[in-house]
Structure formats: structure tokens, C-alpha cells
């Protein structure tokens, strides 16, 4: 990842296309993005075809869900790969999908200035950390979310530091908890 | 609700990375949808895919493709997706289980299976399969071991076996080397979403009552 890509506001530019319609920010998110997705989608075993076709839709889906995007919830990267995810096992294994019950975090639920910040910087923390692993056990990763690998062959033990996005989300949780009982 | 056992994380990560059969996504759905913890270690979990997409070398998109992607979204009625509604839920299934089964408890098409025991098979795709459970308080399940892995999520009642005891929320991740007895605790019927990726053996041709039950 360049250098340039940490400073981007990804979220801001999100905001402008949910409230602005803002064709230059999403041309922005666009240049960024679609040609990870299709990259992404090829290493999952699509061809360029394919994998273009579902990259814009994928895109397409990004500005039709402008508004339910989260940015103290996830990363711009973050949500992106969870609609690229659906796409694939969409158009590549053809199965369904069952989600967990939404939460209902209200509109009230007014973005926590330090969870926007965290949620930015997670991203790239969690890609410097991946960059750091060994060879072989980044690209046993790397195959799990390509859908390269089934559940049995992925190692339990990742070497990420994922407890402080977990804490940071369950205390996000335990707040809404309050706020709804 | 206190949850005792929970997800692996070698589950939490394959769900969010899309890898698993749709029976076991089921018991991760409707798992998550109850339990908070493993909701957030997944969320980590898709956070290491957002960093993953990241990191993908960037693909030459064809020439027009930003155009063409205006196109795709001109050609779309600009009404707003609407979020999925959050569920309120009133009966005993989360969500995603009251989508399968079309409804809550008073849905399920229950076949007997023998010894008071009850099952009912959930439509998922290949590579794995998923049945409701009924067990009346107090039955023991006959001995049994596993093949492949199986998922059991208890969502009324409990049961207990040699070392625990599973009560709402709590899913038992079984292998082949798991060997115990389980048995429905007393005073409430015990209802179990359970998902396994063993072959089907039962069927309408081998008599039920010789049938361990949990593996069916
Ligand atoms: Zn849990």
C-alpha cells in the first residue's frame, strides 16, 4: 500500500457520495478499489471477465449502500471486502448466505469521533501486521479469504493482533446493549 | 443468557472469509445473534479481510469501466437499499434459523426418530447439513461418536455430558475423537440447531430406532 492511500479519507469520500451524490469522490473509492476487487475476485479463481462484471457491481452496490455504510462501525476496505465476499460466494459457489440479526444501532447512535479514527487506522495496523507475518503463514491467510481454503485447513492461531478491534467493538456493543434495555 | 461455550475462531475466521458449508454459516448466524463476544471477534475477523483486500496487487480494469459502472448504476431506480430490518424477536429462534424454518417453534415439521426424540431437516446446500433437534427432558442419547465435525447449538433446555454442560447459546464443536454421552437435563425439553458435515446416514430405509440420533 502507498503511503499517500493511509492519508486518504475513505469515509469522507463515502459521506460525499451518500449525501451528495458526489460522482468525483466515488470516481476516487472507484480508482482505489475496483481493481483490488477484481483482483481479489481472480485470486478467488474468476476469470478477468467474470471478476470485472462482479468488480462493478460490487462498486455499483457501494453507491446504492452508501447510506448504511458505518464508518465508526468498519473501514471503507472493510465493508468493501464484506460486499466483495457476498458477490463471490454469490456468483462462484452459488450458496446462500445466513447473516446475524442486525442490530438496531439507531440513528441516535451518534458516531464516537475516537471509534471513526480507530476504525480508519485498523485497516492499515492489521495490512502492516499481515506484511509482517511469515511467508507462509500470511498466504495461508491470504487463501482463507480468497475462499481458497476450507475450514479445515486454516491454522486456529492467525498472529494478528485482533484483541483491540474485538474490545473496541464489544464495548460499542455493550453500550448499545444499555442504551436499548 | 450466559454463554459458556463458544465459536472457535478458526470458525469465526472462516465465516467471515465465506469458506464455510452453508449448514455450519447457519450455526455461526445464529450464534452470533445471540452472543455478543463471538459478534465482535468476527467483526476483527472481517477487518483482516478489509486488510487483505488492501493488500491485493491492483487488476487493469478494462477501458471505460468507471463509465460503464456509472451506466450500471443510472440503469438502477435510485431508491435507497433499505437495511435489513433488525429483528425483534419474539419467539425462541434468532433470525437467520426463523428464515430457514419459515417461522418460529410452532413451524417446524417435526419427524419422530425414535425414543421421543424428534428431528427436523433445514434445505442448506452441499457440503454440510442442518436439522432442529428435539429432545425430551431427561432422555439420554445413546452413546455416540462423530465423523467429520458437528455443531450443536442448544437453544431451549440443556444437556450435559461426561465433562459439561451446554444451556442456551452454548455451541459444542464435536470431531471425530469426541466420544460422550449426552443427556437432555430434566424439567424442559431440550431444542438443538445442530449441523454436521458427516454424510446424511439416515434415511427412509434403515430402520429409525437403530439410529443414534444425533448423527441421523
Ligand atoms: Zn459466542
Redesign the pocket.
Known amino acids: 500500500m502507498q503511503a499517500s492511500d493511509d492519508m486518504t479519507d475513505w469515509a469522507g469520500l463515502m459521506a460525499r457520495v451518500r449525501d451528495h451524490q458526489d460522482r468525483a469522490a466515488f470516481a476516487a473509492l472507484f480508482r482505489h478499489f475496483a481493481p483490488r476487487v477484481k483482483s481479489f475476485l481472480m485470486k478467488s479463481g474468476a476469470d478477468a471477465t467474470l471478476a470485472e462484471e462482479c468488480a462493478q457491481d460490487v462498486m455499483a452496490t457501494l453507491w446504492h449502500k452508501a447510506h448504511l455504510f458505518d464508518p465508526s462501525r468498519a473501514s471503507v476496505a472493510t465493508w468493501i471486502f464484506t460486499i466483495a465476499r457476498n458477490r463471490r460466494i454469490d456468483a462462484l459457489r452459488k450458496a446462500r448466505r445466513p447473516e446475524p440479526e442486525e442490530l438496531d444501532w439507531g440513528p441516535e447512535a451518534e458516531p464516537d469521533g475516537a471509534d471513526l479514527f480507530e476504525s480508519r487506522q485498523e485497516t492499515t495496523r492489521l495490512g502492516a501486521a499481515l506484511a509482517q507475518l511469515p511467508d507462509k503463514q500470511r498466504a495461508l491467510i491470504e487463501r482463507a479469504y480468497f475462499g481458497d481454503l476450507s475450514h479445515g485447513e486454516l491454522a486456529a492461531e492467525t498472529g494478528l493482533p485482533l484483541g483491540t478491534i474485538k474490545s473496541r467493538i464489544r464495548l460499542a456493543l455493550e453500550k448499545l446493549r444499555q442504551q436499548m434495555s | 443468557m450466559t454463554?459458556r461455550h463458544?465459536?472457535s475462531d478458526q470458525l469465526l475466521m472462516s465465516y467471515a472469509a465465506g469458506d464455510l458449508p452453508e449448514a455450519f454459516n447457519l450455526v455461526v448466524a445464529t450464534?452470533v445473534s445471540l452472543?455478543d463476544?463471538?459478534r465482535a471477534q468476527l467483526a476483527a475477523f472481517e477487518v483482516v479481510g478489509g486488510a487483505v483486500l488492501d493488500r491485493c496487487d491492483m487488476a487493469a480494469m478494462g477501458d471505460e469501466s468507471l463509465t460503464a459502472c456509472f451506466a450500471r448504476i443510472d440503469s438502477l431506480p435510485n431508491t435507497p437499499v433499505r437495511a435489513r430490518k433488525p429483528a425483534r424477536r419474539n419467539g425462541l429462534f434468532p433470525a437467520p434459523l426463523a428464515d430457514y424454518v419459515g417461522g418460529d417453534l410452532d413451524r417446524v415439521k417435526w419427524r419422530s426418530v425414535g425414543a421421543g426424540v424428534r428431528q427436523a431437516i433445514l434445505p442448506t446446500g452441499k457440503g454440510a447439513s442442518a436439522r432442529l433437534l428435539h429432545i425430551p427432558a431427561g432422555q439420554a442419547v445413546p452413546d455416540h461418536g462423530h465423523r467429520g465435525m458437528e455443531l450443536t447449538l442448544v437453544l431451549q433446555g440443556a444437556f450435559r455430558d461426561d465433562s459439561d454442560r451446554f444451556g442456551p447459546g452454548d455451541v459444542e464443536i464435536a470431531d471425530q475423537a469426541t466420544e460422550h454421552t449426552p443427556v437432555a437435563e430434566a424439567g424442559m425439553d431440550c431444542i438443538c440447531l445442530a449441523a454436521t458435515d458427516a454424510p446424511l446416514r439416515f434415511n427412509g430405509l434403515i430402520p429409525r430406532l437403530a439410529q443414534p440420533f444425533f448423527r441421523i
Request: hydrophobic share 30%; with cysteine.
Open positions: 454463554i463458544h465459536l450464534h452472543c463476544d463471538c
